[in-house]
């Protein structure tokens, strides 16, 4: 069993006039999720809503023993509550995609989602779109997400010395929640060590703070405080995206057994 120290705060930004930011944070299920919607008219806010929503709902009913649907079965070396929470991502896409096909005001509506599921002595980390997963373990920080941008791939297939791309690449995305029928996350599963803390976040926070802040302010700080200071110092570099910001501090490792 796993015990975190969690916190996450959401925040509108300077100029923007709505959140279309989600977050969840559920100490009670070990499930921690972040959705950054895109799309006019409070789109994006409907489709980072559902996923949060839909995610969250199907990882208690798994909870519950109450999911008897067969699961999607992507690799063997996952346990069953990967399996699920890649199956959770799936019905969420689904729903964000059925709702912008049927109804003329969502056309076009999306968001990412990052999150973080606990299991007994694992941490599954999924991803759709930029929205950023980090891991910071014995002092050193690392993305544990993949980021689904323009940008991204084709810099990953670039040569070495090839000339560095225009921003509007950025932030464009090559996969995200609701826009076609399916969709493909990334997800790993790696061993919790205590000590461990991770950071999701909305691209409100990771383009204005760089990994490095991150690591110091987070190091420094407990959970809360540390949401708070990451929200003020993007505020402070004056963009007007969401922000949105979840710290989780691993505290302990129970052993059931021994319950």
Known sequence: MVIVESSGI???????EGNEDS??????????LVADGMGGHQAGEVASRIVVDSIRDYMMMF???KIDEEIIDIDKTLSEEAKHLYSAVHQANSKVYQLSESNESYKGMGSTVSAV???????IAINVGDSPICLIRKGNIKTLSVCHTMMAELEAMAPKKAE???TQYRHMLTRAMGVNETVKPDICELQVIMGDTLVI???GLSDKVSTEEILDLVSKEKPDKACRQLVDLANE???GDNITVIVLNIKNLIDDVLQ
């Open 164 to 166: 560095p791309l225009g």
């Open 237 to 239: 570099r004056r963009e």
């Open 201 to 203: 976040s909305s691209d």
């Open 10 to 16: 959401t925040d509108v930004g300077r100029r923007r």
């Open 23 to 32: 977050l969840l944070v559920n100490d009670d299920m070990g499930l921690y």
């Open 63 to 65: 909870k519950e023993e």
């Open 117 to 123: 599921y606990f299991t007994d002595n694992t941490l």
